[in-house]
């Protein structure tokens, strides 16, 4: 009788088009990007950052310093660790324990961050929980992408990696509604908080908390893992170690893993930087205020959503690289256009449009590493993954400030997104859908 605690394998000589594992397993594995989401939109981006610069630091430039600062550590800290928790679970096998302690650390941490009152003393606490908070939850997006490939066959990976990417989106902008609607929005607050001491912000951080873990919990209880590989804690070091280091002198050999890691670095640094620096466009631009800017955001959410999901079924039909270069040259154009309109409207909509296309670039870069990745290097691969999306997140933003500020121009300096994106497509270009 089958093991169904444990992936099923793919015929001998052929890759199945069957699913791996049961339905509510993989229905399972995609909550998590539900489940997590949360925290990067309503924590990172959105509303606790704003209160950061509102409610703690002494000025606009200090709280964008401040914030970028802990931000840019914390990513130091995942560019530096990734590759070697993910050489570590590679050697000792499950990764859900892996996973279960990165988002015990997130939780943990955002519930913490209730105690952050509106006190300029406070700032560093509520820096180095946030920073904290972040590192975990991309330390365990390694563990959790590096599971994709163990669930379903080569053919389907592209859907797999859209449905839950495109969950991801609801997920956050589920969260973020009820952030509004039930704590920020109302003149009296769920369970009479006292906005006078910003409790109304302050517990937007257990509710993402609690978002997190109870929605966190289906993965942990019905998606398989890997059997463990009877190897100590102590030797899966040293061998995870040793063969981190092995792979990274053998990086140059697996030609179409590390030229796709380039690439991704790339454009994923134009798409981080359009991140950093949207809702400051868009403000001193357009004049958006606050509301705008939410309302603008939940309008993002849902179409990136949307894209994530409906391209993961053409990742399947054309491939992970054609996708991604289609996204990526979509959002080239209109990232182009949208710097040269002058009206609100149009900012919306070509905001809109290129949601769209944001949730496939991302996605079906995550099913490219899954075809890329060799079976036994896969977490470590993710691990590098992660790294890529890091390694060099700080140079986007500071070249966008550079060019502002030498050329006068906002449009100038966000008209390097452009560069970032292009120079990506180029490096991508040559490489080859599977490995070779």
Known sequence: ????????????????????????????????????????????????????????????????????????????????????????????????????VFTVVCVVCGFALWTIAPDQSLAARALILVGIANAAFELGQVFYNAMLPDLAPVQKLGRLSGWAWGLGYAGGLGCLVLCLFLLIFPEQPLFGLDKSASEEVRATGPLVA????????????????????????GEAIRRGMRLLFKTLRELPTHGQIGRFLLARMIYID????????????????????????????????????????AFGWIDDWIGAKRTITISVVCLTVLCSWILMVDSKFSFYALGCAIGVFIGPTQSASRSMMARLAPAHLRTEMFGLFAFSGKATAFVGPALVSWVTLWTNSQQAGMAVILVFFVVGLLVLAPLKEAES
């Open 270 to 309: 134009g798409l981080n930087t359009l991140f950093v620096f949207g809702g400051i466009y868009a403000k001193t631009k357009f004049g958006m205020d606050t509301e705008e800017i939410l309302i603008f955001a939940i309008l993002l959410n849902i179409t990136a959503g949307i894209g994530a999901a």
């Open 1 to 100: 009788m089958a093991d169904h605690n444990q992936p099923q394998k793919p015929e001998s000589g052929a890759e199945s088009s069957d699913w791996k594992v049961s339905p509510k397993a993989l229905i399972a594995w995609c909550f998590f990007d539900w489940a997590n989401s949360a925290f990067p939109t309503v924590i990172v981006t959105f509303v606790f950052a704003n209160y950061f610069a509102s409610a703690l630091a002494s000025s606009p430039e200090e709280a964008t310093g401040e914030w970028g600062i802990a931000i840019s550590i914390s990513g130091l800290a995942i560019a530096i660790l990734a590759p070697i928790f993910g050489a570590l679970a590679d050697q000792g096998g499950p990764r859900k324990p892996w996973l279960f």
């Open 210 to 233: 609690a978002w997190f873990a109870i929605f966190a919990v289906p993965l942990f209880l019905l998606t398989p893992d890997r059997q463990a590989s009877g190897v100590s804690s």
